[in-house]
């Protein structure tokens, strides 16, 4: 069997396959939408909401913080106005505000336990670099051994 060696276009390959066009197709809308509200919105505050979903004239809005959050409730008349004269906002209805979820914050002060390393086998990594001719690497071998025997200790 033949291998078909033309080279497609990535868009030729995004609408051939059913779902993957309906996903381009709403990426695509709702790209549109952030960019209109966007365009209502100060551009301070902009930066920190974006267009959720918009289905049967509900839009909601999701910011990343709730003092977004509260800026937007407080501005929800005028953004209604604004939206509202723009084509793809004809049928808008209402306005509901969500805060994104937080990400998970990283514990940056975890320690790893990890077992010692005997003394018999940091002796042998010396041992190891007292023997070689690379000295880079003997160093490189000595510091770990002395890093190794300091592990822990405070």
Not at 31 to 39: C, D, V
Not at 46 to 60: E, H, P, W
Not at 131 to 151: H, I
Request: with cysteine.
């Amino acid at each position: 069997m033949a291998k078909d060696s033309t080279i497609k276009n990535i868009r030729d390959l995004m609408l051939c396959n059913k779902e993957v066009k309906s996903l381009t197709e709403n990426s695509l809308q709702v790209a549109e939408l952030n960019h209109i509200l966007a365009s209502a919105l100060p551009a301070k505050l902009s930066q920190f909401c974006t267009v959720a979903s918009y289905r049967n004239g509900s839009l909601i809005l999701q910011a990343q913080t709730g003092s977004a959050a509260t800026q937007l409730k407080f501005m929800q008349p005028q953004i209604f106005a604004k939206l509202k004269k723009s084509s793809k906002f004809r049928a808008l209805q209402e306005i509901c505000i969500r805060i994104a979820a937080q990400q998970p914050k990283l514990d940056r002060h975890y320690k790893r336990e990890a077992p010692t390393v005997s003394t018999q086998n940091r002796d042998l990594i010396r041992q190891t670099a007292n023997g070689l001719t690379d000295q880079d690497l003997a160093a490189s071998m000595r510091k770990l051994a002395t890093t190794l025997e300091n592990y822990g200790k405070k």
